[in-house]
């Protein structure tokens, strides 16, 4: 059941979705303290193993190294100069490709060449900066903040089903980075709703699910939605292996959100999350991992079947993302129009984006009034005087 008795206002501007000033200043309040899902373990199948990216607070590389993923920006000490522009690699050391230096696993200058024309130089005095790097499951996540609370704090109760549904064992079936020409929150609010599905997903989902089969639960840093899990023979099929590999798992399924923007789903077999990362006040780009149940004492058979069995089902799944990325550029353009009908409107099914919304208001010391409370002029910042009013 929804918890909402009524229908709800939309509580961000308009001018939220794309104002450069507001991006700015939810840069400093709301996503440089996140943690970050940017990976799986299986993405790093040797010691030495690489991968890079750029993130919201500027170029990472993330390096296993003594059985550890050990995070840095990967820009180095040296001239500034990314160490290097590879998506993905194997080294020994941390090599910059301009100049050659080199960096051990703790991000300590290992050899610089010519060292004595440096001189004179403190030993240890330039190294690179070190990034937080977790792991929960296979899950790799990230933080730029050193003062960030722990992940298993940060995830709340999300950290054991995270840890149980995306195992040591469990088998990265489809990854994808995949850029997306709106705003951040659109893409999360997309995540949040199923009110949308009748209409854009109707073909490929049906009709939204009757509210009696619906759950929403909330807490201070994120929500879930438990709703119904497939009924077809298909889907029974599915559950019955799934439940072979783990008594346990239950029948339902369960989208969930740990705020900002890491969103994770399971049902019978298959697992998957989205981590939704900024790039600018009209793009984001959409971290994706889908995965396969895997248990610790199930049988090579039962793992490979269930391995085949979430392969196929990942077409339904990628054939519902493709339709939402397809509809929320012309969002984006209709939220960027210089008029609107009214300030919009919110329905009991899409409550859990007011609980994003005031969140968001919330990180950035602003009242969760209707609309957004202080509108947002031109050159305005956080510390400034606010104007109020309609649009």
């Not at 100049?99 to 001189?119: K, L, M």
């Not at 709703?193 to 073909?203: C, L, T």
């Not at 085949?308 to 209709?334: M, N």
Request: hydrophobic residues 35%.
């Amino acid at each position: 059941m929804f918890l909402s008795e009524t229908h709800l206002p939309q509580l961000l501007r308009p001018e939220s979705y794309f104002d450069p000033d507001w991006y700015r200043d939810e840069e400093k309040h709301v996503l440089r303290s996140a943690w970050w899902a940017v990976a799986t373990l299986d993405e790093f199948p040797r010691d030495g193993d690489f991968i890079t990216f750029d993130h919201v607070d500027g170029p990472v590389i993330l390096w296993r190294k003594g059985g550890e993923i050990r995070a840095f920006r990967n820009v180095c000490a040296h001239r500034l100069a990314k160490l290097t522009g590879k998506a993905r690699g194997h080294c020994d050391c941390l090599t910059c490709d301009y100049h050659g230096w080199e960096y051990d696993e703790s991000g300590v200058t290992r050899r610089i060449p010519d060292a004595s024309s440096f001189r004179p130089l403190e030993k240890g005095r330039l190294g690179l900066a070190a990034v937080q790097a977790a792991v929960v499951g296979s899950v790799v996540f990230m933080s730029f903040d050193a003062s960030a609370p722990p992940i298993r704090e940060w995830l709340g109760n999300e950290w054991e089903r995270i840890n149980e549904r995306f195992g040591p064992r469990s088998r990265t079936l489809w990854r994808a980075d995949i850029d997306v020409p709106v705003n951040w929150k659109l893409l999360i609010e997309n995540n949040l709703e199923s009110y949308h599905v009748a209409s854009v997903h109707g073909k490929t989902l049906g009709a939204s699910p009757d509210e009696s089969m619906c759950e929403h639960e909330f807490s201070d840093g994120g929500s879930r939605f438990i709703g119904p899990g497939s009924n077809s023979t298909w889907g029974r099929v599915r559950l019955s292996l799934a439940r072979q590999i783990r008594e346990s798992i239950p029948a339902a399924y369960t989208h969930s959100i740990v705020y900002p923007a890491f969103t994770w789903l399971s049902v019978d077999l298959l697992s998957g999350f989205q981590s939704i990362v900024p790039t600018g006040p009209r793009s984001c780009r959409m971290v994706v991992r889908f995965a396969a149940f895997q248990g610790d004492t199930s049988t090579f058979l039962v793992d490979f079947m269930a391995r085949r069995c979430v392969a196929g089902e990942l077409t339904f799944w990628k054939r519902v993302i493709a339709e939402d990325l397809s509809l929320l550029p012309q969002v984006q353009a209709g939220i960027e129009s210089p008029r609107h009908p009214g300030a919009g409107l919110i329905s009991r099914r899409e409550e859990r984006l007011v609980h994003f919304q005031k969140w968001i208001l919330g990180r950035m010391g602003m009242p969760s009034e209707a609309h957004g409370g202080p509108k947002r002029t031109s050159g305005s910042h956080l510390d400034g005087p606010v104007e109020h009013g309609t649009r």
